[in-house]
Nanobody, 125 residues
Framework: QVQLVESGGGSVQAGGSLRLSCAAS????????MAWFRQAPGKERQFVAA????????YYTDSVKDRATISRDNAKNTVYLQMNSLKPGDTAVYYC??????????????????WGQGTQVTVSS
């Protein structure tokens, strides 16, 4: 099992930026696909972005694809989500997730085995 710890959330004004980090520990990180999800109050958990082990493939939900960048540093066992031009609609708890295989689909939360505790992102207008 992989332990995941998110950080970097906070409160920003619309148009601002945040960089979320997810530090992984435990079982080897090798081969893991990593993803970010978010969940707003009263809503289902939503896929945001995913990145394969090599970092060669990335996937984004349409609502963030022009404003977000997912990346990973395998030497540091860390995954990042850079979010720019933040909107109030981006307000949610952001979760890091991991699974031990590559291959789609990347969006179902049920396809991920390991989850972090989440970090709150609040965007004010």
């Amino acid at each position: 099992q992989v332990q995941l710890v998110e950080s970097g959330g906070g409160s920003v004004q619309a148009g601002g930026s945040l960089r979320l980090s997810c530090a992984a520990s435990g079982r080897t990180f090798s081969g893991y696909t990593m993803a970010w999800f978010r969940q707003a109050p009263g809503k289902e958990r939503q896929f945001v972005a995913a990145i394969t082990w090599s970092g060669g493939l990335t996937y984004y939900t349409d609502s963030v694809k022009d404003r977000a960048t997912i990346s990973r540093d395998n030497a540091k066992n860390t995954v990042y989500l850079q979010m720019n031009s933040l909107k109030p609609g981006d307000t949610a708890v952001y979760y890091c997730a991991a699974r031990s295989y590559t291959g789609g689909p990347y969006w179902p939360p049920t396809s991920y085995n390991d989850w972090g505790q989440g970090t709150q992102v609040t965007v004010s207008s």
